[in-house]
């Protein structure tokens, strides 16, 4: 009677043996999400540890919240308050992403919206101001963290050029004048 080998670990890899502490489920579910995550449109770009206060922050994030690229890059464009830019700049590197991430969708910038933003506290640096009478002021100079989300604002196989609408256009007229012309 014969004992199977035991395979070593270089060998598992190399026949592409899922790892002994995942199950069968658990590993089916994670293909699933992987596969999942490749085949969505939106895309997720962070901006951490940003040196203004996140109260500040939510005051420019508000005005964009739910617009199109374009509309918001606009706005983040005129507006004066402090968060505006880097906010821009973040609005910009999720478009950069999204194109990365959907490589052969023809797309124009009003197509893409801002799907969610969020800002979020970040850490706080205590500092000392010293005050009357010997004693000291705590003061907390606060950072935060905004996360954007950018989708497309129709499903990826919706998104057609101009020509291929302007040609649905056409056949659709003519198809209309010969079935008048046979009536």
């Given amino acids: 009677m014969e004992t199977a080998k035991k395979l070593t670990r270089k060998e598992k890899i190399a026949a592409d043996i899922p790892k002994p502490y995942i199950g069968n489920r658990k590993w089916n579910v994670a293909e699933r999400r992987k596969q999942a995550k490749k085949e969505a449109t939106e895309v997720t770009v962070k901006l951490n540890h940003y040196p203004t206060s996140p109260r500040k922050m939510r005051y420019v994030a508000d005005l964009i919240r739910g617009k199109s690229v374009d509309t ?7 507006n004066r308050r402090a968060g505006a830019y880097p906010l821009w700049k973040l609005v910009l590197a999720g478009v950069n992403a999204w194109r990365e991430h959907n490589p052969d969708a023809e797309f124009d ?10 800002v979020n506290e ?3 640096l205590k500092r000392l101001m010293t005050a009357p009478q010997g004693r000291a002021y705590r ?6 963290h905004v996360v954007l989300t950018i989708d497309s604002a129709l499903p990826l196989n919706a998104m057609r050029t101009i020509e291929t609408i302007a040609d649905d256009v056409e056949n659709a007229t003519s198809e209309n004048t010969t079935n008048n012309e046979n009536n």
């Fill in 72 to 78: 918001a890059l606009s706005i983040l464009q005129f």
């Fill in 109 to 118: 910038e009003g197509d893409l919206v801002i799907k969610a933003i969020q």
């Fill in 122 to 124: 970040g850490k706080s």
């Fill in 139 to 144: 003061i907390r100079k606060r950072s935060n």
